[in-house]
């Protein structure tokens, strides 16, 4: 069986929507918002995507542990039409698929979780304020400041989807998305952030619980990609009632 470039997004929101909190990220690629950026390959019931969106693309390709072979042989096939550079999301055992044509480096585990306890955040008081356009300077401050390097779209803004705090007038605490479609029900967190001079009083605990709450509202699945070992981020995620629902691997593919 060939791999093919998929352009149907009905196909795609239907395979993609068996597992939704697995694909929630490609799952929101499929929305007007994001579908310009994206080129979508099937070999079978297996999809990959490729965001160009970023700099470098990024390769998006999971499967549950019986699908992996299947995606395994169309990244294979996929493999010599990729962009030289590309960073990549992958289920556990898919990077052999790629070393072959790319030099692999990896960047660590990551866990996906999804809020599926949300009596717990009911439990937690919520904070912040929607920010807007007007807002962008001082987010831009505050990522320079407590999270540089993060990926950030600053379209993202206009989704009303972005929630944060002041403290003396400078924004201190934020709670964004990288994702947001009401009509594929799926939002993933990120772009979470507290100032230095502003963590230990639970801001980022507050302003998470004020974000999922308001996404409760428009999506089914609120999930989120965290690294492994971000032990604090974890367990801060967790008493606001997300769980781990998958592991994934982030890496660099430089071609050989």
Known sequence: MAVRAEHDRAVLADLLGRDAVLHAYQLGDLDDFFWPYTSWFRRGEAVALLYHGAVPATLLAFAAPARVAELAALLGELAPVLPARLYAHLSPGLEP?????????????????????????AAVPPAGAVLGAADLPALRRLYAEAYPGNWFDPRMLGTGQYVGVRDGGDLVSVAGVHVWSPRYRVAAIGNVTTHPRARGRGLGTAVVAALCARLRASVDHVTLNVKADNGPAVRLYERLGFTRVAEYGEFTLSAR
């Open 97 to 121: 698929a790629l070393a072959g044509t790319f030099t692999v480096e990896t960047s660590g585990g990551h866990l996906k979780m999804a809020l599926t306890d949300p009596v717990r955040l």
